[in-house]
């Protein structure tokens, strides 16, 4: 099994540019979760999905950041257009369904993010 | 109050001693909890799930009090490698999603 599987695994863009992060999950892993890291505030929640339908987004900071799971084996994670406090780590995870304790998160390697 | 809380640290200690760490959370409908490890510039990694009975591996003790919704780690012959950020992690009830805390540090020293 390949794991989680993100791209790219850093991108610097100006500030205003679109921004688009890929993920592919494990197959058989019927949750995806986008979350990003930043010093400050830790890993925080963006949106998750199941059976490529997202089920909680309130985590997106606002109408700039756009996500999307077209089928399950790719999902996208855009910005647009960037700003510089947007700069941080995006990691994409995957899990089976949460019943259980079958059910942890498996992480990709992630994307730095650099706005200037 | 925050949904999942740890004390930050650093805790700084030296090889081989024994270090715990502590995690509280807010939803008392919580189902599953783990532990994740994340070394610098990487990915969070699963250390250990939490089960109610409290559960071992090697070195680690995880244990869970459900009533004072709290979860703990327990190091024993803490090793150089140990050296690493430890999440608390909670899984909700009906919900998908996972909470994480911050994170606490943890530095061994020779």
């Known amino acids: 099994d390949a794991g989680v599987i993100q791209s790219p695994r850093h991108e610097v863009t100006e500030m205003g540019q679109e921004v688009t992060l890929r993920c592919k999950p494990i197959?058989?892993?019927?949750?995806l979760f986008w979350y990003r890291q930043t010093m400050m505030r830790g890993l925080e929640l963006l949106i998750y999905f199941n059976n490529n339908v997202p089920i909680d987004d309130s985590g997106m900071p606002e109408d700039r950041f756009s996500a999307k799971m077209p089928n399950a084996s790719f999902s996208t994670l855009k910005i647009q257009p960037s700003e510089p406090r947007d700069s941080a780590v995006y990691f994409c995870a995957s899990s089976l369904p949460p019943k259980g304790y079958n059910s942890p998160l498996h992480f990709g390697n992630g994307t730095r993010l650099t706005v200037t | 109050r925050k949904e999942v809380e740890q004390d930050p640290g650093p805790f700084n200690v030296p090889e081989g001693a024994t270090v715990a760490f502590n995690c509280t959370y807010s939803?008392?409908?919580?189902?599953?909890f783990f532990w994740y490890r994340q070394d610098c510039r990487k990915e969070p990694k699963l250390l250990m799930s939490v089960y109610s009975s409290g559960n071992e591996d090697g070195r680690f003790t995880a244990q869970l009090n459900r009533a004072s919704q709290y979860i703990s780690l327990l190091i024993r012959d803490s090793k150089l490698s140990d050296s690493a950020t430890y999440l608390c992690v909670v899984r909700g009830g009906s919900q998908g999603n996972l909470i994480f805390g911050k994170g606490t540090k943890l530095s061994v020293k020779p």
């Open positions: 939803n008392s409908a919580s189902q599953s």
């Open positions: 197959s058989g892993h019927d949750y």
